[in-house]
């Protein structure tokens, strides 16, 4: 009776510990056909009132999402999940409004801006014919962009849980001809009026996971 009782009190303090980290979240990511709704943008697009975005919403789960493009160049979506996720969705379609290609990016996700990709992305032909999955994440090495987020958080500079600096990380990768991969990371900690921020920036072995370097930084804003 006592060993099972030290079993149950083990597991019961082993199943709590785990419940302050977030759950992998499910990935809806796939190699389905998506088509854009052109109808449905351009009606919210003639109904927006001043400076509003008609097309950049936001749902009840916390979940961002901004569409943009016209009949011309075609048309792209942006999705930004709730917290505690660290990436956001790319999707760009067609000017039939038939999907081009979809993933995950990495590193800053602002809307508009480019970041890292990251996980499977799906690449399809003007008739909406799946034509590649290429997985990103071989490109890392032994340290993948869930490695850096853990790392981030160690060194205390995140936490997923509750959103800390998600906002705020920037990350780009580069892989030399040499083979070696590195990442570089910077974390913006403090906002300065408008003239600069403060935080910090890692450059990491993507395939020993070692800091090479870790050095206080300053942004400068010149209008």
């Not at 977030?22 to 056909?33: E, M």
């Not at 009840?60 to 917290?83: C, F, L, Q, V």
């Not at 799906?122 to 490109?139: S, T």
């Not at 600096?165 to 030399?176: H, I, M, S």
Request: glycine share 8%; charged share 30%; hydrophobic share 35%.
């Amino acid at each position: 009776m006592g060993n099972k009782l030290l079993i149950f009190s083990f597991l019961l303090l082993f199943s709590s510990c785990r419940s302050t980290y977030p759950a992998k979240s499910t990935d809806l990511l796939n190699g389905a056909f998506e088509k854009f709704d052109i109808a449905g943008y351009i009606n919210k697009s003639k109904n927006q009132k001043g400076d509003t975005h008609a097309n950049d919403f936001l749902l009840k789960n916390g979940t961002r999402i901004e569409r943009s493009g016209n009949e011309r160049m075609g048309y792209a979506e942006e999705i930004i999940p709730a917290e505690p996720q660290f990436y956001k969705i790319m999707k760009t379609f067609y000017p039939s409004g038939n999907i081009r290609e979809k993933g995950k990016m990495f590193g800053n996700i602002s809307l508009g801006a480019n970041g890292v990709k990251v996980g499977k992305w799906y690449y399809f032909d003007e008739q909406g014919i799946l034509k590649a999955a290429v997985d990103e994440d071989k490109k890392f090495g032994n340290m993948g962009y869930q490695e850096v987020i853990a790392l981030m958080e160690k060194e205390g500079m995140i936490k997923q849980l509750y959103e800390k600096n998600r906002k705020n990380l920037r990350a780009d990768f580069l892989e030399e001809s040499s083979g070696k991969k590195i990442w570089k990371v910077e974390i913006i900690t403090a906002h300065l009026s408008n003239a600069y921020d403060k935080g910090w920036e890692y450059q990491i072995d993507a395939n020993t996971g070692k800091v090479l370097q870790k050095r206080a930084l300053e942004i400068a804003y010149v209008e």
